[in-house]
């Protein structure tokens, strides 16, 4: 295998530096995310995600050379009406938001005014290449992803986002539940983005939460069974899988081919995914990480 960067793993990994549980300064992050973006995996890392609140608080301002380019994506941690007082901020830094990821409702809301909302701002954002709506696992999921399906085929750039772990049990979906709205994503045409959780490439306890965390290695085999036309049960199955060697065998022979429906998932540390990356041999380890 080349040294590069797989195909299938292009750009999985947003770095999430400022993000819990790393929680970097900022200017630390920039450092740091400067230093991927040049070395010989950069393939695999995106952007830098800032929340809203910070670019809102002037927290970009004298960090960034307008000559740059930095390319960032835009965390609406202040909600919908936030994202219209961020963006103009960044022009001024030379700073690109190629992405916006925000929340349309929260656990029981139905998302789907949120969602509405969410179409009527970013209408007016030129120069945005993709809009992210994180839909709870709850009420009115199919809805909601109907709505972004028939809004995508209008032309919008607008796709899911999911949550797939946190501070609380119920923040982290069983496989059934993951693998159902994987294939609904699937079903609708639907690119998906997810969040938190995905700390280790193979499904694993965590002994200090007691929280059992989805492997990004699986979610990775399992998006390619859905995309092959595989049902819930299969794609299910392989969310569950805690050995690393059936996950190979689904993903190997497809590491030169572009990944399907999975965008990706943002990391608060950038090597740590790509050190277990080379560990199950998915990247080769030429070079010093």
Excluded at 220 to 229: E, P, R, S
Excluded at 236 to 245: G, K
Aim: aromatic share 4%; charged share 20%; net charge negative.
């Amino acid at each position: 295998m080349s040294t590069q960067v797989p195909a299938l793993l292009d750009g999985l990994v947003d770095d999430a530096a400022v993000f819990p549980p790393g929680s970097a300064a900022l200017p630390d992050a920039l450092t740091a995310h400067r230093r991927h973006r040049a070395a010989w995996y950069a393939d695999l890392v995106g952007p830098l995600l800032v929340p809203a609140s910070t670019v809102a608080a002037g927290g970009l301002s004298g960090l960034v050379d307008p000559a740059e380019g930095l390319v960032v994506g835009l965390i609406g941690d202040t909600g919908i009406a936030g994202l219209p007082v961020a963006l103009p901020l960044l022009e001024p830094d030379g700073v690109t938001a190629r992405q916006v990821e925000v929340f349309v409702a929260k656990r029981g809301e139905d998302p789907l005014p949120g969602i509405t909302e969410l179409l009527r701002v970013t209408a007016t954002t030129p120069g945005v290449e993709a809009v992210y709506a994180e839909l709870p696992l709850t009420f009115g999921l199919m809805g909601a992803l109907d709505a972004l399906a028939a809004a995508r085929a209008d032309g919008v750039p607008i796709a899911a986002k999911f949550r797939t772990g946190g501070l609380a049990a119920e923040l982290f979906p069983t496989p059934a539940e993951l693998a159902a709205v994987i294939c609904a994503c699937r079903d609708r045409g639907l690119p998906f983005k997810l969040t938190a959780g995905l700390h280790e490439a193979v499904r694993h306890l965590d002994p200090e939460t007691g929280f059992t965390h989805h492997g990004y290695a699986n979610v990775l085999a399992a998006t390619l069974a859905a995309a092959g036309g595989d049902g819930v049960r299969a794609v299910a199955e392989l969310l569950t899988v805690a050995d690393p060697r059936p996950l190979l065998e689904h993903l190997n022979g497809r590491l030169d081919a572009p990944r399907p429906l999975w965008v990706g998932f943002g990391s608060c540390s950038i090597l740590e995914p790509l050190t277990d990356l080379i560990r199950l041999g998915l990247v080769n380890g030429g070079y010093d990480v």
